[in-house]
């Protein structure tokens, strides 16, 4: 997968790769974007996110405390919206210890992670969780999801060795204080998947659908291209896009006609699902007496 805009990490080349990300951002300067996804090995329940925020924060925090992470993706672009470079940070994994479900392993494989690999030569958590806590990615960054509850839960999993709040409420405390600004793509964007959507608008994939690498680097292109099109972002527009923790704006908001913008994706997507849980069946077998005792 490597390559000049798509670099992947495992435990030998990690120092090499780390300190190259680090001149990344100090090469983006202040106000840089930070776009981030992640894989993990399993989900508790896969249609949560159509209970209400708190259950749904629940269920995530519940597979975030059960499930490991397996990539972290980080793809970096400047204020100007220039995409730089993309990293794959690939974790230490052994399919003999660690908790999965059945059908992400299927799923991950056919995207062509290497299990084994991952138990031989992954990163350290402990490790990467040091190198990113004395980073300057939380210094001035602005962070970008596509659907990213999961992969922000796991990046404050990844960044402390304890579990999760059990409220929401401290949880989005924990996260401002750590991701001030964030904009999530989902919001403007409720229908299609990324891949579909980046099609549609004409963004070309570098490396492979559903690795962290790959789908970080496609929402930071593709928030580029719909938010500026022929030209410079400007960060402090947020008529597209909602920009939590930026208070830059002066203007007056008008009163409310309809569901808040940070909710449309969420109702627009609730029109097509019925709500469902994920059978026990395809759970992996070292995963079942855990969720059995949570659930």
Not at 157 to 174: H, I
Not at 197 to 208: D, M
């Given at each position: 997968m490597t390559s000049h805009r798509l670099r992947d990490v495992w435990a030998g080349n990690l120092q090499r790769e780390f300190l190259a990300f680090q001149n990344t951002l100090r090469l983006a300067g202040k106000g840089a974007f930070v776009a981030i996804d992640t894989e993990f090995s399993g989900?508790?329940?896969e249609d949560a996110w159509k209970k209400s925020s708190d259950l749904h924060y629940l269920a995530m925090r519940e597979s975030v405390d059960v499930f490991r992470p397996l990539q972290l993706g980080l793809a970096i672009g400047?204020?100007?919206?220039?995409?730089?470079?993309?990293?794959?940070?690939?974790?230490r994994f052994d399919l003999q210890e660690d908790l999965y479900t059945d059908s992400a392993v299927q799923f991950l494989s056919g995207a062509g992670l290497d299990f084994q690999r991952h138990a031989t030569e992954g990163i350290d958590c402990g490790l990467l969780r040091a190198l990113l806590g004395g980073s300057e990615l939380f210094?001035?960054?602005?962070?970008l999801t596509f659907a990213g509850s999961y992969d922000l839960g796991y990046l404050l999993r990844l960044l402390s060795?304890?579990?999760?709040p059990a409220?929401?409420?401290?949880?989005?405390a924990l996260l401002d204080a750590r991701c001030a600004a964030r904009v999530e793509l989902r919001d403007a964007l409720p229908f299609g998947s990324l891949a579909s959507l980046a099609e549609e608008h004409g963004v070309l994939r570098r490396g492979c659908a559903h690795t962290a690498g790959s789908d970080a680097l496609l929402t930071l292109d593709l928030f580029f291209r719909m938010k500026a099109p022929a030209g410079e972002v400007d960060?402090?527009?947020a008529s597209e896009f909602k920009r939590k923790g930026d208070c830059t704006t002066n203007s007056t908001p008008s009163a409310p006609t309809g569901p808040a913008r940070s909710s449309w994706g969420k109702a627009a997507r609730l029109e097509m699902y019925s709500s469902a849980f994920v059978p026990s069946s395809l759970w992996g077998v070292a995963a079942r007496s855990v969720a059995d005792a949570r659930l």
């Amino acid at each position: 997968m490597t390559s000049h805009r798509l670099r992947d990490v495992w435990a030998g080349n990690l120092q090499r790769e780390f300190l190259a990300f680090q001149n990344t951002l100090r090469l983006a300067g202040k106000g840089a974007f930070v776009a981030i996804d992640t894989e993990f090995s399993g989900v508790l329940q896969e249609d949560a996110w159509k209970k209400s925020s708190d259950l749904h924060y629940l269920a995530m925090r519940e597979s975030v405390d059960v499930f490991r992470p397996l990539q972290l993706g980080l793809a970096i672009g400047s204020q100007q919206g220039q995409s730089l470079v993309a990293w794959n940070f690939n974790l230490r994994f052994d399919l003999q210890e660690d908790l999965y479900t059945d059908s992400a392993v299927q799923f991950l494989s056919g995207a062509g992670l290497d299990f084994q690999r991952h138990a031989t030569e992954g990163i350290d958590c402990g490790l990467l969780r040091a190198l990113l806590g004395g980073s300057e990615l939380f210094a001035q960054s602005s962070w970008l999801t596509f659907a990213g509850s999961y992969d922000l839960g796991y990046l404050l999993r990844l960044l402390s060795p304890s579990p999760l709040p059990a409220a929401l409420e401290n949880f989005e405390a924990l996260l401002d204080a750590r991701c001030a600004a964030r904009v999530e793509l989902r919001d403007a964007l409720p229908f299609g998947s990324l891949a579909s959507l980046a099609e549609e608008h004409g963004v070309l994939r570098r490396g492979c659908a559903h690795t962290a690498g790959s789908d970080a680097l496609l929402t930071l292109d593709l928030f580029f291209r719909m938010k500026a099109p022929a030209g410079e972002v400007d960060v402090n527009d947020a008529s597209e896009f909602k920009r939590k923790g930026d208070c830059t704006t002066n203007s007056t908001p008008s009163a409310p006609t309809g569901p808040a913008r940070s909710s449309w994706g969420k109702a627009a997507r609730l029109e097509m699902y019925s709500s469902a849980f994920v059978p026990s069946s395809l759970w992996g077998v070292a995963a079942r007496s855990v969720a059995d005792a949570r659930l």
